[in-house]
């Protein structure tokens, strides 16, 4: 697609310095660019970069100018730049069918404008809302919901009961609704308690290739509207998340346990169940989390502790082998050995 810098300046809200009916065709890094891209910069250092690259214009924040690129100014770099990748590569449109592989249950309802893929599988009862798009391989259980345009990529799968909002994206792999982790130890064996209750997505969430959040024991696992949850995230049983909250890479969050809106869980985080973690909550990379967290807050380690106690404990540790040296030579002076 192509634009001329004025049209892409109007949709990103942007302000233009220079020429502004260059046409842009296309978006690029600054070191691949080429003639005709539009790129982008959020600092002094990068702009000097992407002001000797190919690029026709440049995205920038308030103040900056360049005597050699058109400058669209913005309020915030990093959304024109989601939003001008939107406007150069929208998502590929599914036209509405059904393929005839894809088997259909008789009491399911899908809306005429739905694209169901080869090779799905929709169960009894299940609601499939106007423009939702199952790519190939997905599978729906019985009575579950899926909201208006909602997006399942190949072989994704939602268990019985699931209801999913609108605008849901689930990535291959995802697994929607599997049982609970649940098993209590009866006579010498790991005996299973059925796990009947089911997950509820709600608006605007995605879920990440091979990630997992598993059905209720009893009752819901919910994931609030506007919640993003990266790759191979394990969600366990009864978990309540809020809204727009983001679970990064691998993290893994115990059944049960309750997050606030606006969290933020870096990669590899633990969470341990039964907990209660506030709004608003940042936890560092391969953090595990042991003790409820108020609002607001940011911890970080093993266990999980306030940052600012953290810090001190791992600056404590670096100066320990030092510490060690100087008490073996005061041990020395004062054993004079």
């Not at 000797?52 to 308030?62: E, G, L, P, R, V």
């Not at 609601?127 to 729906?140: D, E, F, M, S, T």
């Not at 997992?212 to 009864?238: C, E, F, M, W, Y």
């Not at 869980?265 to 608003?280: D, P, R, T």
């Amino acid at each position: 697609m192509s634009f001329t810098i004025a049209e892409i300046a109007k949709r990103l809200q942007g302000e233009v310095v220079g020429e502004n009916q260059a046409v842009l065709t296309g978006f690029s890094n600054p070191d691949i660019a080429k003639t005709g891209d539009l790129t982008f910069a959020e600092n002094a250092e990068y702009f000097g970069i992407a002001e000797h690259s190919a690029a026709t214009a440049i995205i920038a924040a308030k103040g900056f100018t360049s005597t050699r690129k058109t400058v669209i100014r913005v309020a915030n770099p990093r959304v024109a730049f989601a939003r001008a990748m939107e406007a150069f590569f929208p998502e590929p449109v599914s036209l509405p069918g059904i393929h005839a592989s894809a088997v259909i249950a008789v009491s399911a309802q899908v809306d005429p404008t739905a694209h169901i893929g080869p090779h799905c599988t929709v169960g009894e009862r299940v609601k499939i809302g106007p423009r939702c798009v199952l790519q190939a391989g997905n599978y729906i259980g019985d009575d579950s919901v899926l909201g208006e345009g909602t997006k399942l990529f190949a072989n994704a799968t939602v268990y019985a009961a699931s209801q999913i909002g609108r605008r849901v994206r689930l990535h291959s792999g995802a697994v929607i609704g599997a049982d609970g982790f649940g098993y209590v130890f009866d006579s010498g064996i790991q005996r299973k308690v059925p796990q009947i209750g089911h997950v509820v997505l709600g608006d605007d969430v995605e879920i990440g290739a091979n990630a997992t959040v598993d059905r209720g024991a009893i009752g819901s696992t919910v994931i609030g509207p506007g919640t993003k949850i990266d790759n191979l995230v394990q969600v366990g049983h009864n978990v309540e998340i809020g809204a727009h909250c983001i679970l990064c890479a691998q993290v893994g969050v115990a059944g049960s346990s309750k997050l606030g809106n606006y969290c933020v869980l870096a990669g590899q985080v633990g969470i341990s169940g039964h907990l209660k973690i506030g709004n608003q909550v940042t936890i560092g990379s391969k953090s595990g989390v042991m003790n409820n967290i108020p609002d607001r807050e940011t911890w970080l380690g093993i266990p999980a502790r306030p940052d600012k106690q953290a810090k001190r404990m791992m600056l404590g540790l670096m100066r320990l082998p030092d510490l060690l040296k100087k008490v073996a030579a005061w041990e020395k002076k004062l054993t004079g050995n």
